[in-house]
């Protein structure tokens, strides 16, 4: 059976199509990713480009294909939320993508919940109305109860796992 051909990536098309080495203001139009962040990333030490050479007039930061490919995943692990500072380990293959990304996952699930409760807070502010500054200075017991009370709930809990699967239109219009 024949086999399949590989399919191009874009990292391909990139080492094909453009003239290597990139400076900082190649990398910047041909990414979208601005001059000050290549600089940043360098700051870091997550993208360390090559120089030119000492003495040159310039000493200008080429980045090759490797660098670019780099350069990806560190916009990819920050639209997932993740900070310079843990993208190390992952980027130089001494953490696993994938026990990072279940971590995140863990911190988002964390922040879901948090949230889920501030929405509850809003609700109980609805209902309450003026009063709510009241309770706010005379003590949150009150509140804290209301909350506590209601997370306990059985209809809370069917609630929340209802909720959980739920995507954000369906929360919207919840």
């Known amino acids: ?4 051909p590989k399919m191009q990536t874009s990292n391909d098309l990139i080492r094909e199509n453009c003239e290597w080495p990139m400076t900082a203001g190649q990398v910047a139009k041909l ?11 360098d700051e870091k030490g997550l993208l360390c480009p090559e ?3 000492e003495g040159v007039a310039n000493n200008r930061k080429l980045y090759s294909p490797e660098d670019i490919d780099r350069l990806k995943q560190i ?3 920050g639209s997932y939320g993740f900070e310079l500072k843990d993208m190390p380990p992952i980027l130089d293959g001494e953490r696993s993508l994938t026990d990072a990304l279940a ?3 863990e911190e988002l699930r964390a922040q879901e919940r948090y949230l889920q409760h ?4 809003a609700r ?4 309450v109305g003026d009063d709510l500054f009241e309770t706010l200075a005379f003590g949150t017991s009150e509140v804290d109860a209301f909350a506590e009370l209601v997370r306990s ?8 796992v209802r909720w959980e699967s739920m995507d954000d239109a369906g929360l919207e219009q919840l």
């Open 1 to 4: 059976m024949p086999r399949k």
């Open 31 to 41: 990414t979208g990713v601005t001059t000050r962040a290549l600089q940043h990333y």
């Open 51 to 53: 120089r030119s050479g």
């Open 75 to 77: 916009v990819v692990l």
């Open 103 to 105: 971590d995140r996952i």
């Open 118 to 121: 501030l929405i509850l807070f």
């Open 124 to 127: 109980y502010a609805e209902i």
């Open 153 to 160: 709930s059985p209809a809370y809990a069917g609630k929340a």
